[in-house]
C-alpha cells in the first residue's frame, strides 16, 4: 500500500518564538497517515459536512475556525455560524466524522525552554521532524508500505521557503544518508512535499487533531480534562501494545515530562 503523511506548521501548534518575547511553551508537530486508498471517501465525507453547513465544499476547516465558529464566542472565525443550534450540530457532526475515520497519529512535543538549554543555537523544528520522520518510518515497515510526507511549512511570519528548504535538507538526508543520530528512512519516497492546508484535506485534518494536543501540554492539563483530545487525538494516536508515551507520542527533552500533570500517574 501507499500512504501519505500530513504534516501542519500552525500558530495553534506553538510556535518557535523566544519565551522572552511571549513565544509558546511548547511546540508540537503530528503527523497524520491516511492509507491513498481511504483519501477519497474521507474527502468526500468531509466535503458533504463542509456543503451542509457552508453550502460550499472548497472552504477549509481548521481547529480554530472549528471552535470560533461557535456564535457565542467573540473571536472572530471565517466559518462564523449565527445559529447556536447549527454550531453545535456542526460540532458533533465533526467530532463523529474524526472519531470514525481511519487515520493513524504522531505527536512530537518540545518543551522549548529545556529544548534550547541544551541547543540553544538550532530550531526545535528540525528535531521534531526528523522523531517523526523516524515513527513513520517505522510504521511503513510494519505494514510493508511506502509512503510520502506532505506539509504545509507556514510557521506564522516565518517565510514558507525558509522553512520549508531547511525541512527538505533534512527530509533528504534521513531518506539517504543515515548518521549517528538518526537511522535511514527507505520506506518514505520522493522529496518533501509542500502544499497549503486550504488545498488540502489531509493537513487540515491533522490541524484538527494537533490543537488537543498542543492545549493539553500548553495549558498544563491531564489528557481527560480536555475533551477534544480525550475523544479525539488520543483515539488516533499511534500505540505499541496499548503504550502511548514513546511511540504515538514523544516528548523531549525528557527532564522536564516530571513536572507535567500529563504524565502524572
Known sequence: FHAQFY????KESGNTIPLSQKGTKFLILTGCIIHEIKIPKIESVFRNIKHKY???SDIEVKSNFLRYANPDLKESSPLKLNDR???DDFEAEMTKFLKNIPVTLY?????KKAYWQQYPSQNPYDIAYV???ERFQKYLEKEKGYGIAIIDPREGQVEKHFIGL???RIHNKLRWDPEEFWSKCPNIIER????TSDKTVGIQLADLYCYPVFHVFEYDKKGSEYWRFKELSLTKLYKQAGVLEGFGLKFFPDKTKKDLRFFEA
Open 7 to 10: 504534516f501542519p506548521v500552525d
Open 107 to 111: 505527536s512530537v512535543v518540545i518543551d
Open 192 to 195: 518533501l512535499l509542500f502544499s
Open 85 to 87: 443550534e447549527k454550531y
Open 166 to 168: 531547511e525541512l527538505d
Open 131 to 133: 522523531f517523526l520522520i
Open 54 to 56: 457552508f453550502q460550499s
